[in-house]
């Protein structure tokens, strides 16, 4: 995973309408890169789950930037990052139990890490209380 082919870094505010945004950059990507198609699909679906998360829990009850960097390398695999400068996660561990959620009046399922990591090769989550979350993806992108 040497050499890094294509990148590119969208900043954006934690509104709820660019997940969207994210979910568009992820697919134009990975599609001009000849991604297999079922691949594109889950990681929009994993970036989508994990920008909703930077959007609804990292910047609950405030506002700020999330980033969402993505680097292909010549190995054909793809690394992305999602990152917020936002509250940040107590208990990593616990926070990536399957149906583990601290919102659950919202009707939130608490499956998307699981999901993230279903949908993805490799699963980084770097967090600390009050500085914010980075999450790293890693994926092959090719049909296999
Ligand atoms: N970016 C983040 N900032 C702060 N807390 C987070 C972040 N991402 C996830 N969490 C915490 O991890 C929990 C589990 O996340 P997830 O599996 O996506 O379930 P859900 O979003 O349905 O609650 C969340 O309820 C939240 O407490
Ligand atoms: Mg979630």
Redesign the pocket.
């Known amino acids: 995973m040497k050499t890094l082919k294509n990148h590119i870094k969208l900043v954006f505010p934690s509104h709820s309408e660019n997940e969207g945004l994210a979910r568009l950059a992820v697919s134009g990507f990975l599609a001009a890169e000849g991604a297999d198609v079922s691949v594109i699909a889950e990681l929009k679906t994993a970036v989508s789950?994990g920008v909703t998360?930077?959007i609804v829990?990292?910047y609950r009850n405030t506002h700020g930037l999330v980033t969402l960097e993505i680097k292909l390398f010549d190995s054909g695999r793809a690394k992305i990052l999602i990152k917020?400068k936002?509250?940040?996660?107590e208990d990593i561990t616990k926070?990536m139990e399957p149906l583990?959620?601290?919102?659950p009046e919202e009707e939130?399922?608490?499956?998307?890490?699981?999901i993230m990591q279903s949908f993805c090769d490799k699963l980084r989550v770097r967090s600390a209380p009050g500085k914010g979350?980075t999450l790293t993806l890693e994926k092959y992108i090719y049909k296999r």
Request: hydrophobic letters at 45%; glycine letters at 22%.
């Open positions: 789950e998360n930077a829990h990292g917020d936002g509250a940040g996660i926070a583990f959620t601290t919102a939130r399922a608490g499956l998307g890490f699981a979350t």
